[in-house]
């Protein structure tokens, strides 16, 4: 079965600083991972999405994260923050059919 | 806290029939509810966001008269899908912001629909 876990409902960094949102997923088969933002008052949008080959995966917005399987791994950084980046992040995994499963998501806060 | 009741997690229906899908917040109010649809190995896509009271906004390219959305009271959502044939067989999936208090959205887990 597939779950993901975010670690942090709410994390703060400075305006500048390096951002750093922690996702843990398990699956029982290569899974496809997927990083979402969510504004108030908006639907979601896709940051950025790993399938398959290169395990460091770039996004929009400056946005990467790093398929780390052995770790079952897939965290989302940026390294400096801006304060247009405050908003809700969510991690989600599929195993390649059309259910997906999200993370409880983690709200990003930029410190001025 | 914060929980999404998404009803039922899987439907079979027969092509020419309706579904409704629920999505419930069992534990805040929630002004407003997401309602997505998932394709296998892409990202999600938004249908709609409804306000409790008021008619639903449809992203371009939703058909408003057959993916019918009805959001009465601040702790209920309604998706109707009218007429159902097999390419609307899909994982629909909504979400509800949480008004109040620390804010921040909510998923429901989501509801497989088959249409045979």
């Known amino acids: 079965a597939q779950s993901v876990t975010q670690l942090g409902s709410h994390v703060s960094v400075s305006e500048g600083a390096l951002v750093l949102l922690r996702c843990n997923y398990s699956?029982?088969?290569?899974?496809?991972l997927f990083w979402y933002v969510q504004y108030p008052n908006q639907g979601l949008q896709l940051l950025l999405k790993?399938?398959?080959?290169?395990?460091l995966v770039k996004g929009i917005n400056g946005f990467e994260a790093e398929f780390k399987k052995s770790e079952t791994s897939f965290h989302l950084t940026k390294p400096s923050a801006h304060m247009s980046d405050a908003a809700e992040y969510f991690c989600?995994?599929?195993?390649?059919?059309?259910?997906?499963?999200f993370g409880k998501g983690t709200r990003l806060h930029i410190l001025p | 806290g914060a929980v999404v009741s998404q009803h039922p997690s899987w439907v079979i229906c027969k092509s020419g029939t309706s579904v409704k899908i629920e999505c419930r917040s069992l534990?805040?109010?929630?002004?407003?509810m997401f309602w997505y649809r998932q394709f296998p190995k892409q990202s999600l896509m938004l249908m709609a966001t409804?306000?409790?009271?008021?008619?639903?906004?449809?992203e371009q390219g939703v058909e408003k008269d057959k993916f019918l959305i009805n959001h009465a009271s601040l702790t209920l959502s309604t998706l109707t899908v009218t007429s159902a044939h097999p390419e609307d067989s899909s994982f629909y999936i909504c979400?509800?912001?949480?008004?109040?208090?620390?804010?921040?959205?909510?998923f429901g887990s989501g509801t497989r629909l088959t249409v045979v």
């Open positions: 979400s509800a912001e949480r008004t109040g208090g620390a804010g921040g959205y909510t």
């Open positions: 699956s029982s088969v290569p899974p496809y």
């Open positions: 790993y399938t398959t080959g290169a395990t």
């Open positions: 989600a995994v599929s195993e390649g059919d059309d259910k997906i499963i």
């Open positions: 534990d805040f109010q929630a002004t407003t």
């Open positions: 409804s306000n409790e009271g008021s008619k639903a906004t449809y």
